[in-house]
């Protein structure tokens, strides 16, 4: 029944943009707009070739859709193609600084590459855009314990249980003895 509801809505969200262009440059518009639902389609659903081919279509007409960019920037993380992956993020940090999903994964990506000093940097400027966002002050501990920092670490560990207490389970038993756990909390499970 959700899912009924969900292609309702956007069908009522397409045919109210349809609806709403005219002209040229509209229609360019359109043509983006209905290659990138039909891309997060393919996406979800698994089809990856088909969601590439229709994500790069989006590019073809708008060079600077941050969700294209994104998008292609996950198939490839998922593909493995690391590099790849980050200069897609990179693109869709290019045109929209604060595109928080994009500064998350690039700075996961650099993680996994050995760079801690960029990846604080990105934990950081994500904290700055949106200071509730548990899962970087999470990987910002992290990040911080593994350069020797670790009083600053456990505190970002203490904010993100904080935050959200399901990340508790994510800390190792060595880190979590040090991090208080918040109390009159109710614990919950989260998907990452």
Known sequence: ?????????????????????????????RRAFLALTAGLQAHQEGRLGE???????????EPRNKFAWYNLGLIDQTRGE?????????????????????????AVLRTADGDDDEAIELYRQIIEIQPGYAPAHLNLGFALIDIGEGREGRAELETAT?????????IPDEEAAEVATP??????????
């Open 1 to 29: 029944m959700k899912a009924s509801g969900a292609r309702v809505l956007l069908a009522v969200v397409l045919a109210g943009s349809i609806a709403s262009c005219s002209g040229e440059d509209d229609v360019q518009n």
């Open 51 to 61: 969601a590439v081919e229709l994500y790069e279509e989006v590019l073809t007409l």
């Open 82 to 106: 690391s590099a790849r992956a980050e200069e897609r993020y990179r693109e869709a940090i290019s045109v929209d600084p604060d595109f928080v999903a994009a500064l998350f994964n690039l």
């Open 162 to 170: 904080e935050l959200d207490p399901s990340l508790a389970s994510r």
């Open 183 to 192: 109390t009159g909390q109710a614990e919950t499970t989260t998907s990452p």
